[in-house]
């Protein structure tokens, strides 16, 4: 069993920068691909980014292509998410979450497909 715990969020205003954090304990997260989801209120969740177990393959949602940057460190069990240029529609409770199998390369964008979350962070951006 993995339990996850993102940290950094906060309030930062149009245009700043922030580096969620997701850790791990329970289990290392070495060998799972991860992905970062959020929710805003009254919003569906989204997906925001994945990335394979090896930190080789990532990928995007539209909306955050080229301001968002996902990375892991395997040996902390740590994955990140670098935020840049924020806006106000990136407003949300950011979640962390891992799929459950090992080593797999597919970069998943449904929820369904992570068996581990975290408990969220809030990011706030005003205008």
């Known amino acids: 069993q993995v339990q996850l715990v993102e940290s950094g969020g906060g309030l930062v205003q149009a245009g700043g920068s922030l580096r969620l954090s997701c850790a791990a304990s329970?289990?290392?997260?070495?060998?799972?691909?991860v992905g970062w989801f959020r929710q805003a209120p009254g919003k569906e969740r989204e997906f925001v980014s994945a990335?394979?177990?090896?930190?080789?393959?990532?990928y995007y949602a539209d909306a955050v292509n080229g301001r968002f940057t996902v990375s892991r460190d395997n040996a902390k069990d740590m994955v990140y998410l670098q935020m840049n240029s924020l806006k106000p529609e990136d407003t949300a409770s950011y979640y962390c979450?891992?799929?459950?199998?090992?080593?797999?390369?597919?970069?998943?964008?449904?929820?369904?497909?992570?068996?581990?979350w975290g408990q969220g962070t809030q990011v706030t951006v005003s205008s």
């Open positions: 979450a891992a799929n459950s199998l090992d080593y797999r390369t597919i970069l998943y964008t449904s929820a369904d497909a992570y068996a581990y």
């Open positions: 329970g289990r290392s997260l070495s060998r799972n691909a």
């Open positions: 990335i394979s177990w090896s930190g080789v393959s990532t």
